[in-house]
């Protein structure tokens, strides 16, 4: 089986993506998925990133993936995504990833904002201006109910304001101060959100910077912020901020669980920080396999 990106637009309702995910992230941290760290390759003449992520859980495959931030007109991320049928080893699609992985790294910080953010929250902030600004838009409104959405970008903030009726904020910092929930979604490899700025109680969703040398959060962040994760060895890895703040964080699984708390007050700062993970790309694949199968048997 052989689906485009557009067979696998069809195919992943984000409302249906969310709760998979977070499955997905309860095995993860329950032990119920093999999943080695992903090996990534530097393509140096051409500035970008060949990853490979493989896992086996309820779904056996792997994603293999480009990172090319430096494209400009084409998409700064590509993948494909292979399954296998775990009980024989058989081949069983190949799937388009791109979106996939649009989706689910939304998906993923929906899940995070529903246990993370207070009930209350009415504020969204959206750091950034491409695909998972908007991607994230879509799947954090399915999660709380946001009374004003501002955003902020270095190029786009204007455009992207306009396109989906939310306010355009002139810096970081004033789309920042007051903001229940944050969403960190920029290629920075500095720090782009910073502690001082935030309020009493506001939620941060850091989704960038997935290299040990990247920051996107600065100290003050890390310091007043309970930090999770999706994999403990994962973040400790690949990410500059979990590295900087020298905390042990809390895997957003065992929160799912039941076995480790979410927020303790509503003045407390929580920083969920992904890094993206092969266990929530396979879960996602085989989802959209699952559906793909139901209506070919229909």
Known sequence: MVLNEDEVRRLLPMEDLIPAMADALRDLSAGAVLQPLRTVLPVLEHE??????????????????????????????????????PETGEPLAVMDGR??????????????????ARADAKVLTILGSGVQARSHLEALRLVREFTEV???????AERFAREFKVRAATSPEK????????????????PVLRGKWLAHGAHIN????????????????LRRAMIYVESREAALKESGDVIAAKKDPIEIGDVIAGKQPARKSIDEITLFKSVGVAAEDLA???????????????
Not at 60 to 70: C, D, H, M, Q
Not at 150 to 156: A, E, G, L, T, Y
Request: proline share 4%; net charge positive; glycine share 6%.
């Open 48 to 85: 970008g990133f060949f990853g490979v992520m493989p896992a086996c859980g309820r779904a056996l495959g792997a994603k293999l993936v480009t990172f090319y931030p430096e494209n400009k007109g084409v998409h700064t991320h590509h993948a494909m995504i292979l399954l296998f049928r």
């Open 99 to 116: 979106l996939i992985t649009e989706m689910r790294t939304a998906a993923v910080s929906a899940v995070a904002t529903k246990l993370l």
């Open 150 to 156: 501002r955003v902020w970008s270095p190029r786009n």
């Open 175 to 190: 789309a920042a101060r007051g903001a229940d929930v944050i969403v960190v979604a920029t290629a920075a490899t500095t």
């Open 206 to 221: 850091a989704i960038g910077a997935t290299q040990p040398n990247w920051r996107e959060l600065d100290d003050e962040v």
């Open 284 to 298: 996602a694949a085989d989802l959209v396999y699952q559906k793909k199968t139901e209506r070919v048997s229909q």
